[in-house]
């Protein structure tokens, strides 16, 4: 299969993000078609091969989905164009980020975040730090969390798993 022009109902679905973009993906009205299975496994490979792609790696383990290696901290950033100055504050991304560069899915695997920070026209700085897990040396222990007083006290456990409550301790 491969990807080709959105069909008509594709460019409908855009404004469902992702799904959008699968279902061009998935269309088989590509003019640039023969028919021929051979032909279109051809001319699918001929690209992949001249992109470095490896069809026995996993996609997400390969060119810009590849996890990253090291935590790295940079200053005074150079930006190709501008950045306008009335721009100020932190940009965020985390996912995941398996620190043996191995994972069965896209989806599993520690966490990386990323951040830029923004402001005067510049980019300041760039750190990407792996989240502390246990599996990725961190172990962090329980953390009481509270809530707005109006509401209450409410505690929780935060670990690898999924919150756990906590008996109130009534201090």
Request: hydrophobic share 30%; with cysteine.
């Amino acid at each position: 299969m491969t990807c080709s022009a959105p069909s008509a109902w594709a460019r409908q679905a855009s404004p469902w993000g992702g799904l959008g973009l699968l279902a061009g993906c998935a269309s088989d009205d590509d003019p640039r078609a023969t028919g021929s299975p051979s032909s279109t496994a051809a001319t699918t490979t001929s690209l992949r091969a001249s992109a470095g792609y490896d069809p026995d790696v996993p996609y997400w383990e390969q060119g810009n989905f590849a996890p990253v290696t090291t935590e790295e901290t940079f200053t005074d950033l150079r930006v190709k164009g501008s950045i306008p100055a009335a721009l100020s504050g932190l940009f965020v991304r985390n996912g995941s980020n398996p620190p043996t560069g191995r994972s069965l899915h896209w989806f599993l695997g520690d966490g990386m975040v990323h951040g830029v920070q923004l402001g005067g026209g510049r980019a300041k700085w760039y750190r990407n730090r792996y989240v502390r897990t246990p599996p990725a040396g961190g172990g962090q222990g329980p953390a009481r969390v509270r809530r707005h007083p109006r509401q209450g006290q409410q505690p929780v456990e935060r670990g690898a798993g999924p919150p756990r409550r906590q008996a109130p301790d009534h201090r």
